[in-house]
């Protein structure tokens, strides 16, 4: 169990949203019991202590690093550094050390991809060191109050922020950075793995950070409890394929760098399984029914999928769908 469950937290990407008491959308899918922190790193293998930050270079100046939770990537110039993601307050240490092996002294700004604790934790660290935080509007708001994010089969309580580690800056579609010798755009589709993702794509480096929109690690977790969208992740992955080329580095939330291509056959696939459960709840089939026809099946060896983490991505698919 425990291995199936190290795979679960690889392909959902550990992420959540709100509480019992204030979900702004039903859930067709039961909670599971509610896990501190302690607990899911426990049940997931995570082990802060002894965790090596390693990084990849993707271009001059920029670079990934790999630890615990979501990918981070570095911009790191004359400018200054500007991070994609902060994983945990916990790690903070490691991360600054890794970032200063690549010239880095102090991180200006970070940009969380979205609100989910495995990519945003860090900034209880970085906001007391000065850094600014950026996100989409929409992310901020969560940060701001306290969320239960559904697994289905566990659940995780993330607790509201402090003031210092809510977003600084927030922007609604679109916005720019200029640092580094480069054009940095920042954009948002719509809900997609939440209601406020960020796609971050570095125009000088001709690469982008996809967040856990895009998953290279099994499939995906849609936060549908809190607005997350199968039909708005597809679309979200369609708009950034269409506006980068066949030689950009994708970098996703969670698994190493990959392709264009890479992220294409990832539309694909998820366009599938979507049509696939969409008709069956047109046919009147409920979850249980939908889960035993395994509408992943010829999917799960490339996407690592085994039975608990088909019925968990199966069940937020369904999630997503019946809550529109």
């Known amino acids: 169990m425990k291995r199936a469950l190290t795979a679960l937290g690889m392909s959902?990407?550990?992420?959540?949203?709100?509480?019992?008491?204030?979900?702004?959308?039903?859930?067709?899918?039961?909670?599971?019991?509610?896990?501190?922190?302690?607990?899911?790193?426990?049940?997931?293998?995570?082990d802060f202590e002894n965790t090596e930050i390693k990084t990849e270079k993707v271009a001059d100046g920029l670079y990934v690093l790999f630890g615990v939770g979501g990918n981070i990537a570095a911009s790191v110039g004359e400018d200054g550094t500007l991070i994609v993601d902060d994983q945990f307050p916990q790690l903070m240490p490691k991360i600054k050390a890794a970032l200063k092996e690549i010239g880095s002294?102090?991180?200006?700004?970070?940009?969380?991809?979205?609100?989910?604790?495995?990519?945003?934790?860090?900034?209880?660290?970085?906001?007391?060191d000065g850094t600014w935080i950026v996100s989409q509007s929409n992310s901020r708001e969560k940060m701001r109050s306290d969320h239960i994010i559904?697994?289905?089969?566990?659940?995780y309580e993330q607790?509201?922020?402090?003031?210092?580690?809510?977003?600084d800056i927030t922007y609604d579609t679109t916005m720019q950075f200029h640092i580094n010798g480069e054009?940095?755009?920042?954009?948002?589709?719509?809900?997609?793995?939440?209601?406020?993702?960020?796609?971050?794509?570095?125009?000088?480096?001709?690469?982008?950070?996809?967040?856990?929109?895009?998953?290279?690690?099994?499939?995906?977790?849609i936060d549908?409890?809190?607005?997350?969208?199968?039909?708005?992740?597809?679309?979200?992955?369609?708009a950034v394929h269409d506006t980068i080329n066949d030689d950009t580095k994708v970098i996703?939330?969670?698994?190493?760098v990959t392709t264009r291509a890479k992220l294409a056959r990832y539309i694909e696939v998820l366009t599938t399984i979507q049509n696939r459960v969409q008709a069956m709840i047109d046919d009147g089939k409920d979850l249980d029914a939908i889960v035993a026809a395994k509408p992943t099946a010829d999917f799960d060896k490339e996407f690592y999928g085994a039975e608990v983490t088909t019925t968990a991505f199966v069940g937020r698919v369904y999630a997503s769908l019946t809550n529109n």
């Open 12 to 46: 959902l990407g550990i992420v959540m949203g709100t509480s019992a008491a204030a979900h702004d959308v039903k859930s067709p899918s039961p909670t599971g019991p509610v896990m501190t922190l302690d607990e899911i790193g426990k049940a997931f293998g995570w």
């Open 105 to 128: 002294d102090k991180v200006d700004f970070v940009i969380n991809t979205h609100w989910h604790f495995d990519h945003a934790d860090g900034n209880m660290a970085l906001g007391k």
């Open 150 to 155: 559904n697994l289905g089969f566990v659940a």
């Open 252 to 256: 996703p939330g969670h698994g190493p």
């Open 183 to 221: 054009k940095i755009d920042l954009l948002h589709v719509g809900p997609a793995h939440t209601t406020g993702d960020t796609a971050i794509i570095f125009r000088g480096k001709n690469a982008v950070h996809l967040g856990d929109v895009f998953n290279n690690s099994g499939y995906p977790f």
């Open 224 to 238: 549908a409890d809190n607005g997350g969208d199968i039909e708005g992740m597809i679309a979200f992955c369609q």
């Open 159 to 167: 607790k509201a922020y402090p003031a210092h580690a809510i977003s």
